[in-house]
C-alpha cells in the first residue's frame, strides 16, 4: 500500500509561481510512473504532467513551459514546479502514483492517488 501526501498549494497571483510536492509512505524506487493531475470545478480530472523513473516526461500543452515534474527517489518525493501561473491553472492538483514494479503501460491515470491540494491563481 502507497500513501501520497500532497503539499505546497495556496493562492498566488497570475504570473507567480509555487512548487507542489508528494510525499509517498514508502520508497518510490520501484514506482515507474507518477504523474499530476488536476480538476477545477464543473471540470475532468486531467493529466498536467508524468514522469517516469527513467525520467521519461510528459505534460499537458497546456502548461508545457511553464511546469516541471521531478522526482527525488531518495526523499520519496515527486515534484511539481510551476510558473508564469493563469487563473486557468485553479483546480485541485492531485498525485498519482502507478503500483510498485508495474511495467510502463502509459501516461496514466494510475493506480493510487493523494487527497490532493489546493491551487488558486487570482488575476
Known amino acids: 500500500q502507497v500513501q501520497l501526501v500532497e503539499s505546497g498549494g495556496g493562492l498566488v497571483q497570475a504570473g507567480g509561481s509555487l512548487r507542489l510536492s508528494c510525499a509517498a509512505s514508502?520508497?518510490?524506487?520501484?514506482?515507474?510512473?507518477m504523474g499530476w493531475y488536476r480538476q477545477a470545478p464543473g471540470k475532468q480530472r486531467e493529466l498536467v504532467a508524468a514522469?517516469?523513473?527513467?525520467?521519461?516526461?510528459k505534460y499537458a500543452d497546456s502548461v508545457k513551459g511553464r511546469f516541471t515534474i521531478s522526482r527525488d527517489n531518495a526523499k520519496n518525493t515527486m515534484y511539481l514546479q510551476m510558473g508564469s501561473l493563469k487563473p486557468e491553472d485553479t483546480a485541485v492538483y492531485f498525485c498519482?502514483?502507478?503500483?510498485?514494479?508495474?511495467?510502463?503501460?502509459?501516461?496514466?491515470?494510475?493506480?493510487?492517488w493523494g487527497q490532493g491540494t489546493q491551487v488558486t491563481v487570482s488575476s
Open positions: 514522469i517516469t523513473s527513467g525520467g521519461r516526461t
Open positions: 498519482n502514483a502507478d503500483l510498485p514494479g508495474a511495467v510502463f503501460t502509459g501516461w496514466g491515470p494510475y493506480y493510487y
Open positions: 514508502g520508497s518510490i524506487f520501484s514506482i515507474n510512473a
